[in-house]
């Protein structure tokens, strides 16, 4: 199975548990988190709305609520990129454990996480943080 993710929901897929904007946002992430565990799923990458920004209430005519939080969002999916190749299409499996590589310290998340809401109820930023 194929997913395509935007750079930063790599970080939050790997810090998920069950929280969301809503019921059929958390669903479909909780669907898109067990698929992305399962063998031979692939991953190509995105910048812009991706299989996890479908369910959400915040996609509104293509942006992420608005013009100015869209940007913020691109921003942070950019800096996860940067370290990725974007033309690839990545063993899923393989790309998580690159994520666990990329990003092993507080200060290596600083410019994706630090302003995120979802802070306390992540277990990826809460792994770092706690690592410290
Ligand atoms: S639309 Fe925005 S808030 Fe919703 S999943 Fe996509 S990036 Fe996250």
Same mark, same amino acid.
């Not at 929280?19 to 898109?32: A, I, K, P, Q, R």
């Not at 995105?46 to 920004?53: A, E, M």
């Given at each position: 199975m194929k997913l395509h993710l935007r750079g930063h929901h790599l970080l939050c897929l790997k810090g998920f548990q069950g929280?969301?904007?809503?019921?059929?946002?958390? !669903? =479909?992430?909780? &669907?898109?988190n067990a698929m992305r565990k399962s063998e031979n799923a692939t991953?190509? #990458?995105? +910048?812009?709305?991706?299989? %996890?920004? /479908?369910a959400c209430p915040n996609l509104k005519n293509g942006l992420c609520v608005d013009e100015a939080e869209n940007s913020r969002i691109i921003r942070m999916? =950019?800096?996860?990129?940067?370290?990725?190749? %974007? &033309?690839? &299409?990545?063993?899923?499996?393989?790309?998580?454990e690159k994520i666990d590589e990329l990003f092993n310290s507080k !200060?290596?998340?600083? !410019? %994706?996480?630090? +302003?995120? /809401?979802?802070?306390?109820?992540? #277990?990826?930023?809460?792994?770092?943080? =706690? =690592? /410290?």
């Open positions: 929280y969301g904007y809503d019921e059929s946002f958390t !669903e =479909n992430m909780t &669907e898109v991953v190509t #990458l995105t +910048n812009s709305p991706d299989d %996890i920004c /479908r999916d =950019n800096e996860v990129l940067k370290k990725l190749d %974007i &033309e690839k &299409e990545y063993d899923a499996q393989e790309l998580f !200060e290596s998340v600083s !410019e %994706i996480c630090f +302003n995120c /809401r979802w802070h306390e109820k992540c #277990l990826f930023y809460q792994k770092l943080s =706690n =690592n /410290r």
